[in-house]
């Protein structure tokens, strides 16, 4: 028999936000659950509109393993990146 | 009898306080630490709802006495909340079944609250509607999981319900206090509530696979003040004693 209850991976648009943003995880017997308890564990400061929770075993991540092969081949290739722009003042933070 | 509106805001007042306090003793104890945040928001909107309550009752009262008074001066003779509230927590089970059975009524009194002719009552029940309706999904839902559970949480929740059946009656029985204020359209009849609740709570213990008690017997006294159970004593000796030992004590 299984005592743990799974883990839950928490999402939260806040109040401004304009996506919902990874805050923590939790764990709780079903979907519905994660969410009661996401609502009491990260939103007693009204921080937040909306909550989505996805298992943690649902998840893909890629392995920190193959940083070298999935990251380094971009960073020779200058032209992508775009730093050889002027951004005139008026048009503020990008 | 005493102003029959400074009675009724202390037995508001009175059930979120104890209640409140209650639920605050599994502060660091729960099972897991998701309901131990979880009890405690909720021990926190009770006491927030007991502040409204009892600051009301002091303004009626015009002795000059206010929330923190009534909460820590006063005895157990003078406390007037239900006695399922100030019932120990037992296990896990038997406080999720109390507070289920709690808020069952609750929401029911409150919305009908929220019609009452004394707009200061009708504005405290509305902000509290909101907070106790999520106290009732969360017991609700926690009262179906460990009742459809494994067998021994079934059997707790089960042993839990019966413990507690007899202390359900109460609410629902009115006094000459409740007559004078629904006469007056402040307060519902507390024994009209009844067949909505009996019709709620029995869905869900259906859903819980759990068997409602035969005996509808009912202890009663507490919101009246004629009695309390040992328990209320010993839980305000722990509640009180700061206030008692170092009066106006402020930090």
Redesign the interface.
Known sequence: MQNE?PLWEVFIRGQHGLSHRHVGS????DA??AI??A???YT?RNEGVSIWVVEASAIAASSPDEKGPLYEPSNDKIYRHPTFYDIPDDAGAM | MSDPLFEFLCRMGDNTLVLGHRVSEWCGTAP???ED??LA?TALDLIGQTTLWLNLAGEVEGRGRDADALAFRRDVWDFRNLFLVEQPNGDFGQTMMRQFLFDSWHRLYLTGLTESSDARISAIAEKSLKEVS?HL??AT?TVI?LGDGTEESHARMQAALDRLWPFVGEMFAGDAVDAALARQGTAPDPAKLRSGFDEQVGKVLAEATLVRPDSDFAHKGGKTGTRHSEHLGHMLAQMQWLQRAYPDATW
């Open positions: 209850w939790l764990h709780a017997a519905e659950g009661k308890n609502r009491d564990v007693r | 897991v630490l998701e945040i979880a928001n999520y999904d969360r839902d999981g």
